[in-house]
């Protein structure tokens, strides 16, 4: 009797939306393992030890895993909705419509992937330059973690230039007022 009711099922199945519904499912998988941070334990480690860290990889592994795991919450819902879709809406076969429809759907991943870096930038933008303005920040005994800061920010050292012109331009890119030296918050190793 089970078996009946499971060839019946199938002949009321969308077999496009199921289809559909997998390749959603196998690309938020695909993003959920790219989500996966890495050297994370080495961050945690600097921050219990108040080290302050020497580069904007850890900040942007968080942010790029953020954005990745979103990706692939909103690919898994759109998969279980082409599953549900699969079960009541009940139509033929079109391979065409299976082929076409996964291929958009890996399209769109591949530009979703592209156009994240972009996003991981602005957003990186955003909470260094929140922040540097709420917290004191000591950029130049940090030079090599405010050279990736000018470079996020579109600040390249020009030939010849000070290391405190290229911190005060720096400064005024994120509109940080100059601070003492040494002055404690985020900047300062224990």
Same mark, same amino acid.
């Given at each position: +009797?089970?078996?009946?009711?499971?060839q019946?099922?199938?002949?009321?199945l969308?077999?496009?939306? +199921?289809?559909?519904?997998?390749?959603?499912y196998?690309i938020?998988?695909?993003?959920?393992?790219?989500?996966?941070?890495?050297?994370?334990p080495?961050?945690? @480690?600097?921050?219990v030890? %108040?080290?302050?860290?020497e580069?904007?990889?850890?900040?942007?592994a =968080?942010? +790029?895993?953020?954005?990745?795991s979103?990706?692939?919450?909103? &690919?898994?819902v759109?998969?279980t909705?082409?599953?549900? !879709?699969?079960?009541?809406?009940?139509?033929?076969p079109?391979?065409?419509?299976? &082929?076409?429809? @996964?291929?958009l759907?890996?399209?769109?991943a !591949?530009l979703?992937m592209?156009?994240?870096?972009?996003?991981?930038?602005?957003v990186?933008? =955003?909470h260094?330059r929140?922040?540097?303005t709420?917290?004191?920040?000591?950029?130049e005994?940090?030079?090599?973690?405010?050279?990736?800061?000018?470079?996020l920010f579109g600040?390249e050292p020009?030939?010849?230039?000070?290391?405190?012109?290229y911190?005060? !331009?720096?400064r005024e890119a994120?509109?940080?007022?100059?601070? =003492?030296? %040494?002055?404690?918050? &985020?900047?300062?190793r224990?």
């Amino acid at each position: +009797m089970l078996l009946l009711a499971a060839q019946d099922l199938s002949q009321t199945l969308d077999v496009d939306y +199921m289809v559909l519904g997998l390749v959603c499912y196998l690309i938020a998988g695909v993003f959920m393992i790219l989500s996966i941070g890495r050297g994370r334990p080495r961050t945690r @480690a600097q921050f219990v030890l %108040g080290v302050s860290p020497e580069s904007l990889s850890s900040l942007r592994a =968080s942010v +790029m895993a953020k954005g990745r795991s979103l990706v692939a919450a909103i &690919y898994f819902v759109s998969g279980t909705t082409f599953l549900l !879709a699969a079960f009541l809406l009940p139509g033929e076969p079109s391979p065409t419509k299976q &082929y076409w429809g @996964a291929g958009l759907l890996m399209v769109v991943a !591949a530009l979703v992937m592209f156009l994240l870096d972009g996003h991981v930038r602005r957003v990186m933008r =955003s909470h260094l330059r929140q922040e540097l303005t709420a917290q004191d920040f000591t950029f130049e005994d940090h030079i090599g973690l405010t050279r990736e800061i000018g470079e996020l920010f579109g600040i390249e050292p020009k030939q010849g230039e000070t290391l405190d012109a290229y911190v005060r !331009a720096v400064r005024e890119a994120l509109g940080v007022t100059a601070t =003492s030296r %040494g002055g404690g918050g &985020y900047g300062v190793r224990r």
